[in-house]
């Protein structure tokens, strides 16, 4: 069985951090159902692109789970909710805080009816502090941890990250917590309440630059490609695209110039040794972008593995699939949303039984209504009244 074969998760989450974080427990097993608001569901289902009519965004982060169409403002949506936990074992959500105790179904609320609930809220600046209440995307996160400031040129603007690392670190962190609270759980009893917050979770990433701040009394510089610490470090145009090449250590040098042909360089004294490649940076730079300008970076990817020296192409999200050691691993899977299959990746460590297969598809808006409601316990009466009161009359 897989992991979190016996886990029931209640998703109230939007978006990228909260169903990414559920998506993974939903992978490793947890029977995980996403409650939704019945008129469109949540935000991520209207995000583009579209393939047949499916939010390719949306599929990408809610595969292997259900979905239960409950309007958390009315009085019957609320008590169908509050019965669906006193079954449930996690509640996720990454609402604004005070949104979900506004309406009668936050921790406290909850935890009354199940005191065992891990209960996990994800948001931007946390619960607690002067910004808590401040709306936070991913881009702010990142502004504010001191990711953002160290990322891009030197002479040019802070960049952010391509991939929305604030809303992937709290789902990490989420995640890890939660697993360690069900594992708390077992042992007491007793529930907990989470308190994930981006912010926090991308200050923590700063470990090696934080230390670099604290032994310097100065910011960590930006500086684009480059690294301080390492000579040559960066990314290198070759004849028809980019690569990435690094020395770490001094024969990792040797290897280099054997591999770019240029054995002399290895006992030049300007070279030889990592203080003189910081020291001389530029005529690295040079003599590496001029050498690689003479062949195609799939030919120097090939040298340099030849001569076990740390490089690799820069790939963009359509050549990344192409890649010979990318399809042995075999991460590319696909997802069925509403009869339309569409590319996912699959869950990267096997953990038990659960390989990364996917054994779920993208559930339709209030799918599992039915189905959660009835795990739970809820009588077929009631249920027929949550259902009426948020399906339209059919058209007689």
Not at 146 to 166: E, F, L, N
Not at 247 to 265: F, N, P, Q, S
Not at 367 to 385: H, K, N, P, W, Y
């Amino acid at each position: 069985m897989p992991p979190l074969s016996d886990v029931t998760v209640l998703d109230v989450t939007q978006m990228v951090a909260g169903p990414f974080a559920s998506m993974q427990l939903a992978d490793l097993g947890a029977d995980v159902y996403k409650v939704e608001r019945p008129d469109g569901g949540e935000l991520g289902r209207s995000n583009p692109p579209f393939v047949d009519g499916q939010s390719a965004y949306f599929a990408a982060v809610n595969r292997n789970k259900g979905s239960v169409a409950l309007d958390l403002q009315s009085d019957r949506g609320r008590e169908a909710f509050l019965s669906l936990a006193e079954k449930a074992d996690v509640v996720v959500e990454n609402h604004p805080p005070g949104r979900l105790e506004r309406f009668g179904v936050g921790y406290d609320a909850v935890s009354e009816r199940n005191p065992g609930i891990v209960y996990c809220s994800i948001t931007g600046f946390g619960q607690t502090g002067p910004y808590r209440e401040l709306p936070a995307l991913d881009i702010v996160a990142q502004a504010m941890s001191g990711v953002m400031s160290m990322t891009g040129p030197a002479d040019g603007k802070p960049h952010r990250a391509g991939v929305p690392i604030g809303d992937i670190a709290a789902s990490m962190y989420a995640v890890q917590s939660i697993v360690l609270a069900l594992y708390e759980s077992e042992r007491t009893g007793e529930g907990d309440y989470l308190d994930v917050s981006m912010l926090d979770c991308l200050i923590q990433w700063l470990t090696v630059r934080a230390g670099y701040s604290w032994g310097t009394g100065e910011p960590y510089p930006r500086m684009g490609n480059s690294l301080e610490e390492f000579v040559p470090y960066g990314i290198y145009e070759t004849a028809d695209g980019y690569l990435a090449v690094v020395v770490v250590a001094d024969h990792h040098w040797e290897k280099l110039c054997t591999a770019i042909d240029r054995e002399d360089l290895a006992d030049d004294e300007r070279f030889a040794t990592a203080p003189a490649r910081i020291e001389n940076r530029e005529a690295v730079d040079d003599l590496l972008e001029s050498a690689l300008a003479r062949a195609p970076a799939d030919k120097w990817f090939d040298r340099f593995r030849e001569h076990r020296v740390p490089a690799a192409p820069v790939l963009d999200t359509q050549e990344v699939w192409r890649d010979e050691h990318v399809r042995a691993r075999d991460l590319r899977t696909s997802v069925e949303a509403d009869g339309t299959e569409l590319p996912a990746i699959r869950y990267p460590v096997s953990v038990g039984d659960a390989d990364g297969e996917i054994t779920g598809g993208v559930p339709d808006l209030g799918e599992q209504t039915r189905e959660a409601l009835r795990a739970a316990g809820v009588d077929e009466e009631r249920i027929e009244a949550v259902v009426a009161a948020i399906e339209p009359p059919s058209a007689e």
